[in-house]
């Protein structure tokens, strides 16, 4: 079974940065693209950034030019670096993997990672 094991996020003021990591195991196709979701409270869930096998990132508008998401060579590990963090990216992150496209969520996901931005 495949598994999605996040690390990074926390709490950081407004303009700053933070990381997040993604480490996928098990049966994992290196064709999958990867990429980061994101809720918040009393919101529906909503793409970050996504990554495809062929190294291509697609971000959503909200997070473009602050956001980078990156793939490792064996295409089992991303990481997403945020800068400029504003209150509005405060957000449970949720690492995503199983899906050939970048338009739709696959099937597996990590178990989020609490980010707080706030003074």
């Known amino acids: 079974q495949v598994q999605l094991v996040e690390s990074g996020g926390g709490l950081v003021q407004p303009g700053g940065s933070l990381r997040l990591s993604c480490a996928a195991s098990g049966p994992v196709s290196d064709m999958y693209a990867m990429g980061w979701y994101r809720q918040a409270p009393g919101k529906q869930r909503e793409l970050v950034a996504v990554?495809?096998?062929?190294?291509?990132?697609h971000y959503a508008e909200a997070v473009q030019g602050r956001f980078t998401i990156s793939r490792d060579s064996a295409k089992t590990t991303i990481q997403l670096q945020m800068t400029n963090l504003e209150p509005a990216d405060t957000a449970v992150y949720f690492c995503?993997?199983?899906?050939?496209?970048?338009?739709?969520?696959?099937?597996?996901w990590g178990q989020g990672n609490q980010v707080t931005v706030s003074t």
């Open positions: 995503n993997s199983g899906a050939f496209s970048l338009r739709h969520p696959g099937a597996y």
């Open positions: 990554i495809g096998s062929n190294m291509t990132p």
